[in-house]
């Protein structure tokens, strides 16, 4: 049972828009009541419902509290935390002894704090000794952090507070609903337009979003690079773009005008279904106001275009000469709750700490050296997440997971599930069972988000607290102390000997002085004064960096980078056989896999099944109505859905929530096919078929 204090500041546990909650005492229960913070500048009070139901997982009936193991007949069993432990390490040491370092793999997380991630990639290289890990973020920002890497020389998902939006005169929000996914960013947008301001959705969906839209462009699956490029044609012909601005601020235009000149408006209206008069319409409005933005979210960036559709809107707004000004620029939403520090401090297969590169011979040394290592023994890059889970059982025997439900979360289920299951051992560190936990062999039960310290670093890149409210159940240990556990029974517990996690940070600090994502002159002190601390921040007296590229981009030159995309089809496209697009997103009750709140009455009992939107035009040829079964079928597998009949979705297009698993998991139906640069899935487009349940019929 906890005993929360009274009124401490502290942060939602899910999304990345990290919602200042105040927690404190109920009198009526045994959890602590949770309000909006009113002060904290991000969410001014506003709570969605998964905020405000949020407390309902402290002190939940499926709290693990007890290490688990696999007793003779596979059933779980209780154990000590020794012998658990014991286990773990001793089964880790014998697969790299038999088979190499990089045959133990490690799957983290953007839920993690930025300690967490820190410590978790620190493990994988120093106590494992393996190449092979990556995180859920390669699922999540791979392909935004690609594009801005390549445009800007930094990644960094806002470049800008999200105050911004309020005095931006037209905001472009791509492939994003924010009215589900970021419910309190809403306020932003409806004060925006208060203030005489436009906002432009571009979607396949006429989401709760496109609804409060200006203007809407109902866009074809996989097709927001054309979109890009036609509307950046459109201001090239009506001599809109910023020569000054180009001339003095980026390289590369006179390629990217080259390809984009390809991208007359009839070939993109019929490439992409949105009419000439409305791209006119949408350019004009980003052009001629005196500040205007694009935001992009997953459903641009998660196709195995998704890193050139990014570069796409970012060459669209460099050539607008919008990127660095006041109120205006390019933006990503990131989504989870740290998936920006979550991918900085080196749990993906590439990076080290602040952003280094795990290929970089420099890089390796500045790391090496505070870890009190030699950089020769720093593993190379590793696989990238889907690419690790498909080798699972093959080249890589073990999978330690800490903060993802890859058996819900992966694309291509029908082909990684079976892998994971036959993994000789899947370790799993998580406060509740979910459908990976019971493929694994062991669980290690961890503390939750009210229960310890750490810092996040939300959307805008600003660092904040997450604070202890609540005492942890007896049982749990936090994951900063199972990673030392183990390090210590590999032989290495002197590297991860932390009193607390604010030690951790210090040592974060260090590890990332001089590097792109600076936090050296970050404290726990000063994210307290400030109300949070915008990295780079590269020393005590700098107060950090809300804004970005207001004089210079990353690059060294302090230019930005065009780059010529090219529209490409995608992995699948629809055919005679699979004649329709399938995409996947979210709803508002629901958070990622589900593992979270599919336990929470009040949002299981909102959204109790995926359902399947379809076009009534569709609905009608198929005899499908309003909760009637129907089957979808991509090349992969069949999913059984309940229908939804809505006039918002486009006619070619079916839409289904990803949140749940087993046999109704979307990710049955989604494929492998990655970006070539970002190695993101595609799971915002398959091909499918549908039949109703009843007369089989297909089409
Ligand atoms: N309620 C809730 N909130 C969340 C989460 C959650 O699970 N539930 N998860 C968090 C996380 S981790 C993330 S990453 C964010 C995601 O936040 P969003 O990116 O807003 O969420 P999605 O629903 O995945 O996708 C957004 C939209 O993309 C559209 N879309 C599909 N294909 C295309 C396309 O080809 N082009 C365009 N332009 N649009 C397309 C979909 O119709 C959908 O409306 O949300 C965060 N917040
Ligand atoms: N089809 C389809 N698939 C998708 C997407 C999509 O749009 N469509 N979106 C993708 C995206 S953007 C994302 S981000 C992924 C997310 O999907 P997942 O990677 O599965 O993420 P979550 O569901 O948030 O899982 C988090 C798990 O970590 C646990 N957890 C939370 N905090 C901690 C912690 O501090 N420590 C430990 N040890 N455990 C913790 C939770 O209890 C939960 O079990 O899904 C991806 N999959
Ligand atoms: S918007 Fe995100 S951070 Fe805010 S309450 Fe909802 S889930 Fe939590
Ligand atoms: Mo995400």
Partial sequence: MSQPELAVRTHCPYCAFQC????????????????????????????????????????HPQRVTVPQL???????????????????????????????????GVFGSGALTNEKAYLLGKFARV?????????????????????????????????????????????????????????????????????????????????????????FLQVTPGTD????????????????????????????????????????????????????????????????????????????????????????????????????????????LTGQGNGQGGREHGQKADQLPGYRLIEVDAHREAVASVWGVDAASLPRKGK?????????????????????????????????????????????CDAFHNETSEHAHVFLPVYQWAEEEGTLTNLEGRVIRRRTVARPPTGPRSDLRVLYDLALRLGV?????????????????????????????????????????FWPCRSEDDPGTPRMFTERFHHPDGRANFFAVEHREAGEEPSAEFPLFFTTGRYKEHYNSGAQTRGVGKLANAQLLPRLEIHPRLARRHRVSTGSRVTVESRRAKVEFVAEVTADIRPDTLFAPFHWGGRQAANLLTSGVLDPTSR???FKLAAVRIASVRDGAQG
């Fill in 20 to 59: 200042g909650i105040l927690m404190g005492e109920d009198l009526g229960g045994d959890r602590p009541r949770i309000s909006g913070d009113p002060h904290f500048p991000v969410n001014n009070g506003q709570l969605c419902v998964k905020g405000w139901s949020s407390a309902a997982l402290l002190g």
């Fill in 70 to 104: 696999r007793d003779g007949r596979g059933r779980w069993r209780p154990a000590e935390w020794d012998e658990a432990l014991d286990f773990v390490a001793a089964k880790l040491a014998s697969i790299r002894e038999r088979c190499g370092a990089d045959a133990n």
């Fill in 127 to 215: 106590a494992l000794g393996t190449a092979n890990i990556d995180y859920n973020g390669r699922f999540c920002m791979a392909s935004a952090a690609g594009a801005q890497n390549r445009a800007f020389g930094i990644d960094r998902g806002l470049p800008f507070p999200v105050a911004d939006v309020e005095r931006a005169e037209v905001v472009l929000l791509v492939g994003a609903n924010t009215a589900d996914t970021l419910p309190p960013m809403m306020q932003w947008f409806d004060r925006q337009r208060a203030n005489g301001g436009r906002l432009v959705v571009a979607d396949p969906r006429r989401t709760p979003t496109a609804r409060r839209a200006d203007l």
């Fill in 225 to 332: 690079l054309a979109l890009a490029n036609g509307l950046l044609y459109i201001a090239i012909e009506e001599h809109i773009v910023d020569g000054r601005y180009i001339a003095d601020r980026t390289n590369g235009f006179a390629a990217a005008r080259a390809v984009v000149l390809q991208y007359h408006p009839a070939r993109v209206e019929r490439l992409t279904g949105v009419s000439e008069s409305q791209l006119r319409q949408a350019v004009r409005w980003l052009a001629t106001a005196r500040s205007s933005m694009v935001l992009t979210g997953r459903g641009t960036e998660q196709h195995s275009k998704g890193v050139d559709s990014v570069h796409a809107w970012i060459n669209l707004m460099l050539a607008l000469g919008k990127v660095g000004k006041p109120h205006s620029g390019f933006g990503t």
């Fill in 384 to 428: 990238s997440a889907y690419e690790l889970l498909d080798v699972l059982s093959g080249e890589v025997k073990s999978l330690f997971v800490m903060g993802s439900n890859v058996a819900v979360a992966a694309p291509n289920l029908a082909r990684i599930l079976p892998k994971l299951q036959a993994l000789e051992l899947l370790v799993v």
């Fill in 493 to 533: 517990g002197d590297k991860f000997a932390f009193r607390s996690a604010e030690h951790v940070f210090d040592e974060l600090k260090r590890a990332t002085a001089g590097a792109p994502a600076d936090y050296s002159g970050i404290s726990y002190a000063k994210i307290e004064r400030q109300d949070g601390v």
């Fill in 680 to 682: 993101m899935p595609e």
